[in-house]
């Protein structure tokens, strides 16, 4: 092979560099440790869906960053691979030698044509997305290597602002040591070093679940009523997801809502009012594996599909929410959104403005929201606390600051902090539902 620098679409390519490592699909030569589980020709399938998702979270990196994608492959010709993954990215063969021999070949060639901060990628961890790329590329610029570990003993992800070619030299390949040798390597060498939570990689029949989380759909479920104003903005944010279905869960609305979400594409349902009927009628028709209850006045984060996946798929864990940011400039309201965070975590306590998600399967056995006008979500919650738990993703959701604002921070807060009090004193929630919408 050419040692010179990979070809590229243009002369000032990025020095940011992302390598994908894979394969062409070919059935008998792909994932064939899974061959005894799916067959040639299924586990050929399974490699193509899972690098083919690998590409598309590096375009959605593109779209954040400035960024050249390099596909390190073997197995086919340029031609092969560009018919398959598409002609806007550079190719480049793969060199003989392990797996060590070829990472070194790809880096220093990164380095050589200007690279100042290189990642490297395979095509077998489903769960890996563009936020979690962009946060190896971000700690890069206080790190000398970032880590992405995997439950196996490897690494998904290995990231550096400097060719260090020790780093791929005597480590015992496809083994649950490589990840304890790069670590003790980067230590000899002082390098340091930052890691990203632990992900799975699909090599075996026992991790064929870990694709099933991956490939989940997600039906997000807006109870809307006159939201015109905040609705086409919420949809396009859910609309960044993969495999998601949207449902909107209309209660009269008198203004353009219907007519919003059905030209964002969305399920348009029609029910009488009440928050808590609205979100139980949207679940009853939900084709997902996932529920993610959203307000309409609330915008999801770039890769919140992932991760909720990727929560749920934990041990112990129930279900799930997002850290929330108020758009409110009043200096205040940062120790509103400070206040949430505690009692996120600590408590495992969020509130329906956090896009609660949580599997469908334990939705239905809960029967849903509880029928009351008021506290619905604080009382699903309530339940779920008793089964497993409830974990916060590293993501923020942006919530309409229009609460506060009509009120003010310090009435609004002690409004909802009266209502949660009345809710734990036993105060029928229909009597709480009149106060709260009379302060209003």
Not at 131 to 151: E, I, M, N, W, Y
Not at 240 to 264: F, K, R, Y
Not at 345 to 358: M, V
Request: hydrophobic share 45%; aromatic share 8%.
């Amino acid at each position: 092979m050419n040692s010179s620098a990979p070809d590229r679409p243009s002369d000032a390519a990025p020095a940011q560099r992302l390598l994908v490592f894979t394969r062409y699909p070919q059935a008998g030569k792909a994932k064939t440790r899974l061959i005894p589980a799916l067959g040639e020709e299924g586990a050929a399938n399974l490699h193509r869906y899972m690098a083919e998702h690998a590409i598309a979270q590096a375009r959605k990196l593109r779209q954040l960053m400035p960024l050249s994608i390099e596909v390190w492959f073997t197995g086919a010709s340029t031609e092969e691979m560009q018919a398959w993954l598409g002609a806007d990215l550079d190719y480049q063969l793969q060199p003989d030698g392990d797996l060590g021999d070829r990472l070194i070949h790809a880096f220093q060639a990164a380095f050589e044509s200007g690279a100042t901060r290189t990642v490297v990628i395979g095509s077998d961890c489903p769960l890996l997305d563009a936020v979690l790329l962009k946060q190896a590329f971000d700690k890069l610029a206080r790190a000398d290597l970032v880590l992405g570990p995997s439950t196996d003993g490897g690494y998904y992800l290995l990231g550096s602002r400097q060719f260090t070619p020790q780093l791929f030299q005597g480590i015992r390949w496809s083994t649950a040591e490589v990840l304890a040798q790069t670590l003790a390597i980067a230590q000899q060498l002082r390098l340091q070093t930052s890691q990203l939570y632990p992900l799975s990689d699909v090599d075996y029949s026992d991790d064929l679940p870990v694709w099933e989380a991956a490939t989940a759909k997600i039906s997000v479920i807006i109870p809307v009523l006159n939201e015109a104003a905040h609705l086409e903005q919420t949809l396009a944010a859910a609309q960044t997801g993969s495999n998601v279905e949207l449902i909107v869960v209309d209660a009269g609305s008198q203004d353009s809502s219907v007519a919003i979400a059905q030209a964002a594409g969305a399920h348009v349902l029609s029910t009488t009012p009440g928050r808590a009927h609205q979100m139980n009628a949207g679940a009853a028709i939900a084709t997902g594996e996932i529920l993610l209850f959203l307000h309409a006045d609330t915008c999801l984060p770039v890769g919140y599909d992932t991760q909720a996946r990727y929560l749920l798929a934990q041990p112990k864990v129930i279900a799930g929410a997002f850290d929330l940011q108020i758009n409110h400039t009043t200096p205040s309201i940062r120790f509103v959104e400070w206040g949430v965070r505690q009692r996120s975590r600590w408590l495992q306590l969020p509130y329906g403005d956090q896009a609660i998600f949580l599997k469908t399967k334990v939705f239905r056995a809960l029967d849903g929201f509880p029928k009351q006008p008021i506290m619905e979500d604080f009382a699903l919650v309530k339940q779920l606390q008793k089964r497993g738990k409830i974990a916060i993703a590293p993501l923020t959701v942006q919530t309409s600051g229009r609460r506060w604002q009509k009120l003010g921070v310090l009435k609004t807060t002690l409004l909802n902090q009266a209502i949660v009090l009345g809710y734990y004193l036993g105060i029928p929630t229909e009597r709480l539902a009149r106060w709260y919408r009379k302060a209003k």
